[in-house]
């Protein structure tokens, strides 16, 4: 048993958990910033326990962490209790979205704005990676995510921030890890009675070494050469922006050679190994025959592939980096060894050789090593010191905090935000922010209106018992309560606020300019101008009132001894007024005695026209007689009177038209109409009866056959 404990000494264990290797590293960190190495050991797994950097049998590859462990005790006297590993970039997966919404206008962008589009576009993704994955129980935890393009009213701009708000939409990659990895590395490690205390991912422990902190302001790309797959990811103004995977690395290329040499798949990989750093290999093929092949054959053999790698990764890297090649490249892991492979990522990004390099022992230089046993210090080594220097920046980890009283884990970036813990917590992201209500949309006169909700209230936060906002920073074991923001009131609207409704229109009235308001109509039915819109309403604004709104506006009552008149012409209550004409209202009797008043030239013309033929067929006698009638003669005056009276109904004869029995039906040629004229112009025969008697309506009502009817009256005789 070891004499020295873990804690007491301060040391790091960090272990690499790859899906060929197996790689344990513990050492310490001084002030002068230096990490000094007491011991590493790496071992295979001794089958294929795991595959493209997921566990697949966990008491395999805890056996397997057991033996290093039990031999890095050995080698350093120290009892190893807490562990520090990473998770596979290639169990990585990414979502590809857009997100877009119309932005309130008449205001400038905000960052806060941004920030929201964003959070939107990641929920987005969110939503369709779990649609895609629906039939999986897995949690997934939000990795980071890289802005590729943002749109202005479908314009692509740089910086959203100041413009003019409009249609706004972001295009976006978005990073998950799933849960069952990140379970698998700790079950694993505590079978071999290991505590995970930090956990990272692997391209981030790769470039904690390969690129020093002060370069990472800048666009570059890593690429991790595995057994499986090539893990990339890119970096730009201080943190990684994305990740992406390509499946094809260091086992294609041994498959190669497999084929090639006709040997077994660890056969192949020894000489892909070897090839390397030697000029010949020697080995047995599957026919027991021993052979040699050159460095320049194993070359030329793999050339296609690594042609084909190169191309793969270098299209990703471009896809990751918003269609752009980065500004340099470095490569880690075995496979990225193989020669030519650097210079064909050169060639395939466009830049030159030197911006492409295999990171190894020249990055090592804040490495002390206190053993020279171990294994070779080269770009197999990166990423396990990264691991356990990632230890001491207290970053890129799984914190816990306590959101709304249930406990969640979260993948620390560095810059946790509770709007990452709220989405981790499957709080919706509605509920942050402030809602508008319901809005209202109806259609005038065709079309499409659309009255915005009001703004509702923001959410409560509060972050250790204190107000917070969605932007305040989170570290490990904070408290986080969010009580849902709400929704505003509805849209609302009514007749009078529409722009067309509000515009007059003049007709004259009795001689008279009147200043007249639309006439406004909701699937057919009259309504006022306070009318409340309903959502899904059909509105019209029509250009006219009828003669019965103009009277109401003007406090005339229309009985059945009113007369309307529109441009000369009788008119009913519904007869439409445009602007610009003229209508009169006036009594029927005041409408005789405005033409009684002239009579006498009236009625001279009159009996000269209608009587002309007649007169010239009267002898003297008769026209003597008729001249010597006395004019003052009570009886005359009333005679002439209702002739009158006869002439001005002629004058006033108009058609009326009605519905009877469902049919269209126009009457002619009369003043006023009663409701058995209706008779003189429907089949139907009273002197016949076809059932025990006649049911006659008048809009519904049992009429007095001596009834006045209107216009568009709608009427029923029928048999019952």
């Known amino acids: 048993m070891p004499s020295l404990e873990q804690k007491q000494q301060k040391v790091v264990f960090g272990l690499d958990i790859g899906t060929r290797n197996v790689v344990g590293t513990i050492g310490y960190l001084r002030d002068d910033g230096k990490f000094y190495v007491i011991a590493q050991k790496a071992r295979s797994h001794e089958s294929r326990a795991m595959l493209d950097g997921q566990i697949h049998d966990i008491n395999k590859v805890s056996a397997t962490i057991r033996t290093i462990k039990n031999e890095l005790e050995t080698d350093s006297d120290i009892h190893l209790t807490d562990v520090c590993i990473a998770a596979a970039g290639r169990v990585l997966r990414t979502v590809e979205t857009s997100y877009e919404e119309d932005m309130e206008e008449g205001r400038a962008i905000t960052d806060e704005d941004i920030y929201n589009l964003d959070s939107k576009g990641v929920e987005k993704a969110y939503q369709e990676f779990l649609e895609k994955n629906k039939d999986s129980n897995l949690k997934f935890y939000l990795v980071g995510y890289s802005v590729l393009h943002y749109y202005l009213n479908d314009y692509q701009i740089a910086n959203l921030e100041g413009h003019n708000s409009g249609k706004v939409r972001v295009e976006l990659i978005a990073t998950f890890l799933p849960d069952d990895v990140v379970d698998g590395l700790y079950k694993a490690c505590e079978r071999a009675e290991l505590n995970v205390a930090n956990l990272t991912l692997e391209p981030i422990a790769a470039i904690m070494v390969a690129i020093p902190e002060k370069f990472r302001l800048l666009n570059l790309a890593l690429i991790d050469v595995g057994a499986g797959t090539s893990d990339i990811c890119v970096t730009k103004e201080g943190t990684i922006t994305a990740y992406g995977m390509i499946p094809t690395a260091g086992d294609h290329l041994t498959e190669s050679i497999a084929q090639h040499c006709l040997v077994d798949f660890n056969t192949a990989d020894k000489i892909k190994v070897d090839a390397s750093h030697m000029d010949t290999v020697e080995y047995t093929d599957i026919m027991g025959l021993t052979k040699t092949i050159s460095r320049q054959e194993v070359n030329q053999t793999l050339h296609p592939l690594v042609s084909k790698m190169a191309k793969q990764v270098t299209g990703e890297i471009r896809r990751l980096n918003g269609g752009e090649p980065v500004s340099a490249v470095f490569v880690v892991g075995g496979g990225g060894r193989i020669d030519g492979y650097t210079s064909a990522i050169a060639s395939d990004m466009g830049i030159s050789e030197e911006r492409v390099a295999l990171r190894g022992d020249e990055v090592m230089k804040d490495f002390v090593f206190l053993s020279d046993e171990g294994p070779a210090h080269d770009s197999l080594m990166v990423t396990p010191l990264g691991i356990c220097k990632s230890y001491y920046t207290d970053t890129n980890n799984f914190v816990f905090v306590s959101f709304n009283g249930v406990q969640t884990k979260i993948y620390d970036n560095g810059k946790l935000q509770i709007v990452d813990a709220a989405m ?242 126009t009457l002619h040629n009369k003043a006023d109409y009663i409701f058995v004229d209706i008779f003189d112009y429907i089949d139907f025969d009273l002197s016949k009866p076809q059932g025990k008697g006649i049911v006659t309506l008048l809009n519904g009502q049992t009429p007095d056959y001596m009834q006045s009817i209107k216009e568009g009256d709608k009427i029923e005789v029928y048999w019952t």
Do not use: W
Not at 520 to 549: R, S, W
Not at 559 to 566: A, L
């Open 424 to 665: 981790q917590a499957a709080f919706p992201n509605e509920d942050l922010f402030p809602k508008r209500g319901e809005a209202l949309t109806f259609t005038v006169n065709g079309q499409d209106r659309v009255v915005a909700g009001e703004p509702g209230e923001s959410a409560v936060i509060t972050l250790n018992g204190k107000p917070a906002d969605i932007h305040s920073k989170i570290h490990a074991n904070d408290i986080i309560n969010v009580k849902p923001s709400t929704a505003g009131l509805p849209g609302t609207a009514d007749i009078n606020s529409l722009p067309e409704y509000k515009s007059r229109f003049k007709v004259i009235v009795n001689g008279k300019d009147v200043e007249a308001s639309r006439f406004a109509t909701v699937g057919g039915q009259a309504k006022t101008p306070l009318y409340q819109i309903m959502p899904g309403d059909e509105v019209k604004v029509l250009d006219y009132d009828t003669a019965a709104q103009i009277a109401q506006l003007l406090d005339i009552e229309i009985t059945e001894d009113t007369m309307i008149v529109v441009n000369n012409e009788v008119a009913g209550p519904d007869t439409p007024v445009y602007e610009n004409f003229k209508i009169d209202f006036k009594s029927k009797e005041d409408a005789i005695m405005e033409y009684y008043s002239d009579i006498p030239d009236a009625d001279e013309v009159l009996i000269e026209q209608e009587n002309e033929e007649v007169l010239s067929d009267i002898d003297n006698a008769d026209r003597a007689e008729r001249t010597d009638l006395d004019e003052h003669d009570p009886v005359n005056q009333e005679v002439e009177k209702e002739e009158a009276v006869a002439t001005v109904k002629n004058i006033l004869a108009h058609d009326l038209h009605v519905i009877c029995n469902g049919s269209p039906i």
